[in-house]
Nanobody
């Protein structure tokens, strides 16, 4: 059974930094494409960043240059380093794991990120 557990979300001031983690179990982690999505109140869930099994990455335009996605296959964990946070980054951040890009994949329970002074 796939289990994805996010952590690291909290309240941070604008301009601050956070690192989110997604610990995965029940999958052969190194084979999976992993992604971070977020959903703000009243908005649809959107892709923030993704990393393939081979380590290729892509980012939403709104976070390019500020966020960095990475993975540690030995620890079966994915990370999202978020710098220069803005109030508009406030959302629930979800971890996703999929074996093929066209799959829906599995989701974590989410972690809340709030950016406010």
């Amino acid at each position: 059974q796939v289990q994805l557990v996010e952590s690291g979300g909290e309240l941070v001031q604008p301009g601050g930094s956070l690192r989110l983690s997604c610990a995965a179990s029940g999958i052969i982690f190194r084979l999976y494409q992993m992604g971070w999505y977020r959903q703000a109140p009243g908005k649809q869930r959107e892709l923030v960043a993704a990393i393939t099994s081979g380590g290729n990455t892509n980012y939403a335009d709104s976070v390019k240059g500020r966020f960095t996605i990475s993975r540690d296959n030995a620890k079966t964990t994915m990370y999202l380093q978020m710098n220069s946070l803005k109030p508009e980054d406030k959302a629930v951040y979800y971890c996703n794991a999929k074996l093929r890009s066209w799959h829906e994949g599995s989701w974590g329970q989410g972690t809340q990120v709030t950016v406010s002074s």
